[in-house]
């Protein structure tokens, strides 16, 4: 069994992090807003370094197709919470055995006003890794398991442009990660203590196979699209 690496076990239990500035600019409301969850799940890849799951939906769908996301969706009545839901729904997505899975922290949750829902990350690490892959055809398209370290290369970094949108983008193994994940990924990186300099000068338009119908043309939009990938 492999334990979780020292910087992860240091981010689970920082006690900081509603402070970092986008997490202070998107506060969840005290009520109104629906509940999600999501699971950042990091474990030892069959080449010793760690990787965190990630998602591709699939590109049939008719809201946000190809959108790269991590395993999560809405709270049902059911869930134990933000956790039971992030462990269920990634059950559903990728066959992920929840008791597998060590929880080292729900983080505050992040409210995305446009789409009116409050999202909770969960940290989670998976000691022993189990093969995983898509369950669902028609809702996912791809499941990967992407290196940390390949995440931090700069040359994998660039900002992701789309009308007056501006934020992080990442792209590894053909994985076009924008939006709330790669939001996501930048600040828990960040956190972490991990970010190396990279170039955020270097822009990239917002290709053509990850936006939703409505997008396709369109180069302006009132909100700012940090909901793309929402689950």
Do not use: C, I, K
Not at 23 to 39: K, Q, T, W
Not at 79 to 92: F, I, K, S, T, Y
Not at 207 to 214: A, T, Y
Request: net charge negative; glycine share 10%; aromatic share 6%.
């Amino acid at each position: 069994m492999t334990s979780a690496p020292v910087w992860l076990r240091r981010l689970a239990t920082r006690a900081d992090v509603a402070a970092h500035p986008w997490f202070a600019e998107h506060p969840a409301p005290p009520e109104g807003a629906r509940s999600s969850a999501v699971l950042v799940l990091f474990g030892p890849g069959p080449d010793g370094r760690t990787d965190v799951v990630l998602t591709e939906r699939a590109h049939t769908l008719r809201s946000h197709p190809g959108q790269v996301s991590f395993p999560g969706g809405r709270m049902d009545p059911g869930d134990d919470g933000p956790v039971g839901a992030a462990l269920r729904e990634a059950q559903e997505e990728v066959g992920l055995e929840p008791a597998g899975v060590e929880v080292l922290a729900a983080l505050p949750a992040l409210h995305l006003a446009p789409s009116g829902n409050a999202v909770t990350p969960v940290l989670g690490w998976w000691p022993r890794p189990v093969p995983v892959g898509v369950v669902d055809t028609a809702e996912v398209a791809r499941v990967d398991r992407v290196a940390v370290e390949d995440l931090l290369d700069p040359r994998h970094r660039f900002t992701t442009v789309f009308g007056p949108y501006r934020g992080p983008g990442f792209e590894v193994d053909g994985l076009f990660v924008w939006g709330f994940t790669a939001m996501l990924l930048d600040t828990l990186l960040d956190l972490a203590g991990l970010t190396r300099p990279w170039d955020h000068a270097h822009e990239r338009a917002l290709p053509d196979r990850v936006r939703s119908p409505w997008m396709r043309g369109a180069e302006e939009r009132p909100d700012p699209p940090e909901t793309e990938d929402t689950p």
